[in-house]
T-cell receptor, first 112, second 114 residues
């Protein structure tokens, strides 16, 4: 069983729509969660971090965390073609220091 | 503030050789982690260094090793290269080693083993 699971996609949404990306994790003790965006041939770029249950908003992005359900999501409002990338969900358990456990990533395609 | 830098950016080696990759963290960051990214296995944690000490190690063979210097710069070494070691090697840095610390990735070193 993979520790962090994501739907590989691709998830296709029209420009201007809301893209919803989901992630589940198996290590119940994980405390920190991160969303990274990775363009083809580039390194991961941090979008959002979330540590507490509930929603966290930053511009067009909203991260949601539900520790009881072991579920993390990322909503992208007003999706743009430039948002087309692979979105990586990562979990961190402080027992293992800064070790990030990544999901396989979800490919997002925003069609203009 | 300059980001994480990695050198070299591209590397081609043959089986059996060894390779050393370098990472300079963001100024002031003391924790450096290394990851391997391949199409088949995704992003996998190699090891983390903090204050010149390895704090954690992923599930990789002993051919993979690393170290950190007093200025927080880090190197990783892979000995006796195998074809399967072809990957993007990413370095990430953060202020300290803690679960709430955000890790920022460098551009990576693309290693090709022939």
């Amino acid at each position: 069983q993979k520790e962090v699971e994501q739907n590989s996609g691709p998830l296709s949404v029209p420009e201007g729509a809301i893209a919803s990306l989901n992630c589940t994790y198996s290590d119940r003790v994980s405390q920190s969660f991160f969303w990274y965006r990775q363009y083809s041939g580039k390194s991961p770029e941090l979008i959002m971090s979330i540590y507490s249950n509930g929603d966290k908003e930053d511009g067009r992005f909203t991260a949601q965390l539900n520790k009881a359900s072991q579920y993390v999501s990322l909503l992208i409002r007003d999706s743009q073609p430039s948002d087309s990338a692979t979105y990586l969900c990562a979990a961190c358990n402080m027992e293992y220091g800064n070790k990030l456990v990544f999901g396989a990533g979800t490919i997002l395609r925003v069609k203009s | 503030k300059a980001g994480v830098t990695q050198t070299p950016r591209y590397l081609i080696k043959t089986r059996g050789q060894q390779v050393t990759l370098s990472c300079s963290p963001i100024s002031g960051h003391r924790s450096v982690s290394w990851y391997q990214q391949t199409p088949g296995q995704g992003l996998q944690f190699l090891f983390e260094y903090f204050s010149e000490t390895q704090r954690n190690k992923g599930n990789f063979p002993g051919r993979f090793s690393g170290r950190q210097f007093s200025n927080s710069r880090s190197e990783m070494n892979v000995s006796t290269l195998e074809l399967g070691d072809s990957a993007l090697y990413l370095c990430a840095s953060s202020w300290v080693a803690g679960s709430t610390d955000t890790q920022y990735f460098g551009p990576g070193t693309r290693l090709t083993v022939l």
